[in-house]
């Protein structure tokens, strides 16, 4: 008896040019998406453009300063002490005694005294949201919005309470 006749077997045999088309096809895909990617990082405010400098609180003497280093610095600006100045004595009669010391120089104005700075650190999100810590231990949140950078709204973590902030113009 014969054996009977095996069926062809139907081996699929992948070519070369086939990988060059999943190749290609795979490397398209990713480079089609970084493309995307990189449009979109652009089109995102920098915030760290953005926030670096001196800031000014609306309704306190607070200060915040922002550096390029991603550090900040809370500083209490007192309000100087209102000074009420009399009116000036009557001069005195000269003497025949010569002056031995020099007239007394009027000091200039100091400048307000302010409380010691409160440091910290500041992170910015990939959507322009900046977190800050500052080192007694309070946390805040703002976002920067491109139609207004000039200000924002700091809001306390804990609180949820709301300061809102101006850009302080430079000097020069």
Do not use: C
């Not at 920067?144 to 804990?158: A, E, G």
């Amino acid at each position: 008896m014969a054996k009977p006749p095996k069926p062809p077997q139907n081996r699929v045999r992948i070519k070369v040019l086939d990988i060059l088309l999943i190749i290609g096809g795979f490397l398209g895909i990713m480079a089609y998406n970084r493309l995307s990617i990189s449009r979109l990082e652009r089109s995102l405010p920098n915030a760290n453009n953005q926030i670096v400098g001196e800031w000014k609180s609306t309704r306190g003497p607070e200060h915040l300063i922002f550096r390029p280093d991603k550090s900040l610095s809370l500083i209490v600006v007192e309000a100087a002490p209102a000074t009420d100045h009399p009116a000036s004595p009557a001069p005195a009669p000269e003497t025949t005694t010569p002056a031995t010391e020099p007239p007394a120089q009027t000091a200039a104005p100091a400048e307000p005294p302010s409380s010691p700075a409160i440091v910290g650190k500041y992170q910015l999100s990939q959507a322009g949201k900046i977190y800050l810590q500052l080192s007694n231990g309070k946390k805040y949140t703002t976002t920067i919005q491109p139609s207004n950078h000039d200000r924002f709204d700091l809001i306390d973590t804990d609180t949820e309470g709301v300061t809102t902030y101006e850009r302080v113009p430079s000097k020069g």
